[in-house]
């Protein structure tokens, strides 16, 4: 999930790229659906295999 801040606000609002908008939702706390997925697989809920095949444009 990506929560909207007043600094991500003001990047959407000025027409940010993706790459800008991710960078700035992580240094705000966001996980990414890869990172995420790599949690889930140490722990045992997924395999790497389908972290890969699900994120592979992350």
């Excluded at 007043?6 to 939702?25: G, P, Y």
């Excluded at 790497?48 to 444009?57: C, G, S």
Aim: charged letters at 30%; proline letters at 2%; zero cysteines.
């Amino acid at each position: 999930m990506m929560p909207m801040t007043d600094a991500l606000r003001a990047l959407v609002m000025r027409h940010a790229t993706s790459i800008e908008l991710k960078a700035q939702a992580v240094r705000d706390g966001m996980v990414t659906m890869y990172e995420d997925g790599l949690r889930k697989a140490v722990t045992g809920i997924t395999t790497v295999e389908e972290v890969l095949r699900a994120t592979r444009e992350d």
